[in-house]
């Protein structure tokens, strides 16, 4: 008998909850078994590599530790990104958000090394909050004046604050005491974050991350203005016939993911590095990597405490896979893409019904 | 045993059904074009004509009925299929690639050249263009060339791969007057070459311009097929809106009370930035519905759009009770009580969120569904369960997205929503298309509980029955302008057919 499969797509009317819980799973499991063939090719075995990542980032205390360190802006960003890719504002740029914010709190403990804590830390964080926001205002002025795509205009804003970042370390903002290198001074210790025990879980900045979290559940989901969001994201046009202000609403969700990006950088110098470096030295792409945190999460706010911890492990046990197995960095970048392009595939099996037929040849 | 038609049919479907959720689309049509005629496929928006083409085309697949292609049986399962059996079709709006060249167009797809596959083309270019007057440039860029050459090219993209039926989709509806002619023209000489044309309209005189025989459709079903010669407008006009009442419904005499919309020489332009609506006046006073009948594409949709808020108009005024809204934002209107139960329900609700959401969807922002910065469920749930019986939407549960209900049931959302309270006006744009014999009786009977409250109904509508019954007055709008104005009790179905099709406003009665 001659003939040919044949794949039907077929949209799905309701998506049943399972379904909507299994795929990030399967996506996840799925972008796995592709990267074993990459180890495979490198010459690595995969479960072996697989282990060491688990190991590395959950086998220890201080695995776990520096989980949470990584954890803490992949959360802080990937709750604001939730809350703009629910409005169908597409935010790229919290990378450059986050290196605004760190520049300005930096800014801050620079020029009042002597306030006291109390004052200095939240002004940091208030300061990182507005840099963030600012920088974002760009790209959401755009779209909701001229129709600029916010994609292509906040991601080119990364640029720009990344070269900003870098001009102040090299020029103006050098350290005296640096020799050299590429940094600020050292933050005075009133500007420095408190940690937990000896590990370098800046605490003060997973506290804020968490309250967030739960804030922008209770903003999409309890609030008339995430009532907004959501009806824009589904339907822009249903919100213009309500008589929603799409300018509002996307200002709104810009302004929010930029600025709580920005206080991911803020956390960054003020609990890890208490300086500013060069842009790579404060951010391995926190700001790209929490775009997957936000969809795993399926941009619920919550899950994202979940999925900031799954990826920072990922970071650390990335780390930990190139110096026991010798592989190069970009292994761990791979990874990354794969699981977002795994994750955003996902979605067409929620949204799709894929039926296999067979065909006879007529 | 084959069933073998006459040699000189083209294309013969029989008996074709095709549902949809909560709508029968086509209803057993059988449809015969024969080989080099030009064929019309008249009725109304709705009634199924688009559907049929899109079936015929391998867009949709038909739940029952039979395909036959010059006497042959045919499966068509994609557009794919349609095309090796020589069908080709030119859809409504165009569907080419603006930034690439006419010739890099039509041969988009195809299998060629690799490189610079655009060459081939060119020569059979020329020879379409000296045979059937289809003249555009091939160098020339899709977003440079008006919408008539753009029409010419999808033309063309048919012919170049091989269709000997061709269908238009409303082929007229974006193109201005000469285009239409030099149109007809084409299409004229492509059947005189032995091409099949079908084209669907619902423009009268489009149907005696062009055609050999039409094939009126009305509510999913044939209600005839006719040589064009052997007809006349009256005839078809009557045909294409149906004459029969299906409905009786109990109407009490209006109370008209005072103006409350008042509408004065109004220009609005559509999408294109061409003008749409022409210098329309018309006032709707408490207690009474005014219908606005025609057909869609006349202005309709932008004149409503702009009176709520939605699209602005470049001259002339609005005034709601005697207050100026002329180009005021929808939030503006809708705190003055005006509501709007628009045409494309997709507009009008958010398909995603639940019943219960749907229904604050223009309240949200005030007491008691939300206090302060924050969503009151419990009154926006207490509201939903009102709100759900009282205008008996079937749902499973208030908190069911609305995307899972039946087309009747999410108009009775949006209608609910809208008339919940008691609205000063009410613009009702085409609220029972699609919807079933006993969805369409409920809302008319929503529209008319609305007039007897004392709410000024403006009422945009299709539908020539449900005009004539729910109106105590009827406007007739075509290409943008109000060919008149008439009480329900002095028109009849033939004028008022004649004027939606742009015939003469002869021997019309006035009244104001």
């Not at chain 2, 555009?136 to 063309?156: C, H, T």
Request: hydrophobic content about 45%; aromatic content about 6%.
């Amino acid at each position: 008998m001659r003939g040919w499969l044949r794949l039907r797509v077929e949209k799905r009317l309701a998506v049943p909850r399972w379904l909507e819980f299994l795929t990030p799973v399967l996506s996840l499991l799925l972008a796995l078994v592709v990267i074993a063939v990459l180890f495979r090719a490198l010459g690595v075995d995969p479960i072996v590599a697989y282990q060491r990542i688990f190991r590395g980032a959950f086998g220890s205390l201080y695995g776990l530790s520096e989980t949470t360190v990584k954890a803490i802006p992949l959360m802080l960003v990937g709750l604001g990104l939730t809350i703009a890719f629910r409005a169908q504002v597409y935010n790229i740029g919290a990378e450059g958000q986050l290196l605004v914010g760190a520049t300005c709190a930096t800014g801050l403990a620079l020029a009042c090394p002597d306030l006291p804590a109390w004052a200095l830390l939240p002004g940091m964080f208030l300061i990182g909050f507005l840099g963030g926001a600012l920088w974002a205002l760009v790209p959401a002025l755009l779209k909701a004046r001229f129709r600029v795509d916010e994609v292509l205009s906040s991601l080119m804003m990364v640029y720009i604050a990344s070269e900003l970042v870098n001009y102040l370390v090299y020029g103006p903002w050098k350290g005296a005491s640096e020799r050299g290198f590429p940094y600020t001074d050292k933050f005075s210790p009133s500007a420095q974050l408190p940690r937990l025990f000896r590990t370098r879980i800046h605490y003060p900045t997973l506290v804020l991350a968490v309250v967030l979290a739960v804030l922008a559940y209770l903003l999409i989901h309890r609030t008339k203005w995430g009532f907004e969001i959501r009806v824009t994201g589904e339907n822009p046009e249903a919100a213009r016939y309500a008589g929603m202000n799409y300018l509002k609403t996307v200002l709104l969700v810009m302004l929010l993911s930029g600025g709580v990006a920005g206080l991911a950088g803020v956390g960054e110098v003020a609990g890890i590095h208490h300086r500013l470096r060069y842009p790579q030295g404060i951010s391995p792409g926190y700001g790209f990597t929490a775009i997957i945190v936000a969809w795993l999460a399926r941009l619920n706010p919550l899950a994202v405490i979940v999925t900031a911890i799954l990826l920072g492990g990922l970071l650390v046990g990335g780390d930990a896979i190139q110096v026991a197995l010798g592989l190069p960095v970009a292994t761990i970048y791979i990874f990354n893409g794969v699981i977002l392009l795994f994750v955003l595939g996902g979605d067409l099996f929620t949204r799709y019904q894929i039926r296999l037929e067979w065909r006879r040849k007529a | 045993m084959l069933n073998e038609p006459a040699m000189d049919i083209a294309v013969a479907m029989h008996s074709i059904v095709k549902r949809f959720p909560g709508a029968l689309a086509n209803d057993h049509i059988s449809f015969e074009a024969r080989v080099g005629e030009i064929h019309a496929l008249l009725g109304e928006n709705g009634a199924g004509k688009t559907t049929l083409m899109n079936i015929l085309y391998g867009i949709y697949h038909p739940d029952e009925g039979e395909i036959y292609v010059k006497g042959r049986r045919v499966t068509i399962r994609s557009p794919r299929d349609a095309i090796s059996l020589g069908i080709g079709m030119v859809h409504q709006h165009c569907r080419l690639v603006p930034t690439h060249t006419v010739a890099e167009n039509v041969v988009l797809g195809l299998p060629g050249d690799f490189l610079f596959p655009d060459r081939a083309a060119r020569r059979r270019l020329e020879e379409f263009s000296k045979k059937y007057g289809l003249s555009v440039d091939p160098d020339a860029r899709i977003w440079q060339l008006s919408a008539g050459e753009q029409q010419r090219v999808e033309i063309i993209k048919a012919l170049y791969r091989g269709a000997e039926i061709l269908i238009l989709d409303e082929p007229t509806s974006m193109l201005t007057p000469s285009e239409i002619d030099e149109l007809m023209g084409v299409i004229r000489r492509m059947a005189a070459e032995g091409h099949t044309v079908i084209f669907i309209t619902h423009k009268l005189d489009e149907v005696f311009a062009m055609s050999d025989r039409v094939t009126v459709l009305r509510q999913g079903r044939v209600v005839a097929t006719q040589g064009t010669a052997d007809t006349d407008k009256p005839g078809l006009a009557r045909l294409m809106v149906g004459r029969e009442v299906v409905f009786r419904l109990e109407k009490k005499p209006a109370q008209a009370g005072q103006a409350v919309l008042r509408v004065k020489g109004l220009h609005v332009l559509n999408d294109r930035a061409l003008p749409a609506v022409q210098n329309v006046s018309f006032t709707v006073s408490a207690g009474e519905i005014l219908g606005i009948a025609g057909v869609a594409g006349n202005g309709q949709r932008e004149l409503v759009e702009a009176l709520v808020g939605l699209r602005p108009s470049t001259q002339g005024s609005a005034f709601v009770k005697g207050q100026d809204v002329t180009n005021q934002p929808p939030r503006a209107l809708i705190e003055q009580g005006v509501c709007y139960v628009p045409g494309e329900r997709l507009v009008g609700l958010v398909p995603g969120l639940s019943v219960a959401e749907n229904l604050i969807l223009k309240d949200y922002c005030h007491a008691p569904f939300s206090q302060g910065a924050f969503l009151n469920h419990a009154a926006i749930s207490a509201h939903a369960d009102r709100l759900i019986a009282q205008y008996s939407v079937t749902t499973p549960s208030q908190d069911t997205p609305v995307k899972l209900l039946s087309g009747g049931n999410i108009q009775r959302v949006i209608l609910a929503r809208e008339t919940s309270h008691a609205p000063i006006l009410l613009i009702a744009a085409h609220p029972t298309s699609g919807l079933d014999v006993g969805a369409t009786e409920h809302i008319r009977q929503l529209l008319l509980a609305q007039r007897d409250q004392g709410t000024a109904v403006l009422l945009v509508s299709e539908d020539l029955e449900e005009v004539l019954q729910l109106s105590e007055r009827i406007a007739v709008m075509f290409e943008g302008r109000i060919m008149g104005i008439m009480s329900a009790s002095q028109a009849d179905l033939g004028t008022i057919g004649m004027m939606m099709a742009g015939a003469q406003e002869t021997s019309v009665s006035e009244a104001a």
